[in-house]
């Protein structure tokens, strides 16, 4: 096999062939990088959308013409990284054979004190709180269902489970240390 150099660019005979043949190639390329042929376009729906059906016990609307519903059912498993407060944890997620997701988890449906405390008591109230949820997720076998978009973004929210605990939501509102919360204002902890 003939060996190329970028001496041949500079011969006489071949280098005039070798830089027209360079040039020809690269705007072929960028041709066939900027003109694309006209593909129908599948009809979609955004991730948004079909989160907050799911989040609503809607029917998903379909996101492709061959594409499966969304199962309300499906559960992920997860490993949990750390603790952040009573209502929140970070979480690796198997969302597919080989592929886990990094990602904070907020507890659906509670709401619990914060450890950026307004006073001394939600102070107590949070830490206690999140040495609770820190307790039950100790239980080991993680899983989340139904999940959706939070509110303010940078997580998710969910439905959480372990392997002793069915709801760990109803856990902590039963144990006093979160109140149930339908995702508007706030009340205050102190």
Same mark, same amino acid.
């Given at each position: 096999m003939?060996? $190329?150099s +970028?001496?041949?660019?500079a ?7 070798l ?5 020809? +190639?690269?705007?072929?390329f ?10 129908p ?5 955004? #991730? ?33 990284? &750390?603790?952040?407060d @009573?209502?929140? +944890?970070?979480?690796?997620v198997?969302? /597919?054979? @080989? ?7 907020? $507890?659906?449906n #509670? ?18 709180a ?5 307790? #039950?997720?100790a239980a080991g076998g ?5 999940? @959706? #978009? ?12 372990t392997?002793?605990?069915?709801d760990?939501?109803a ?5 006093? /240390?979160? &109140? ?8 205050? /902890?102190?």
């Amino acid at each position: 096999m003939p060996h $190329l150099s +970028f001496a041949a660019f500079a011969h006489k005979r071949h280098g005039s062939a070798l830089v027209t043949a360079g040039v020809i +190639f690269a705007l072929g390329f960028v041709v066939g990088a900027t003109v694309r042929p006209s593909l129908p376009v599948p009809r979609t729906t955004s #991730i948004d959308t079909a989160l907050a059906a799911a989040r609503d016990d809607e029917p998903m609307p379909p996101v492709g013409a061959k594409s499966p519903r969304f199962d309300l059912q499906l559960v992920y498993p997860a490993e949990v990284v &750390r603790i952040i407060d @009573g209502d929140t +944890f970070e979480a690796r997620v198997r969302v /597919w054979p @080989g592929l886990d997701v990094d990602t904070k988890v907020r $507890l659906r449906n #509670i709401d619990a004190p914060e450890l950026h405390a307004r006073c001394a008591d939600e102070l107590a109230k949070a830490q206690a709180a999140r040495a609770a949820l820190e307790t #039950i997720l100790a239980a080991g076998g993680v899983t989340i269902s139904r999940v @959706g #978009i939070d509110k303010y973004g940078g997580r998710v929210d969910a439905v959480v489970a372990t392997r002793d605990t069915a709801d760990v939501s109803a856990a902590l509102l039963t144990g006093g /240390w979160a &109140r149930s919360y339908d995702g508007g204002r706030r009340g205050s /902890w102190c």
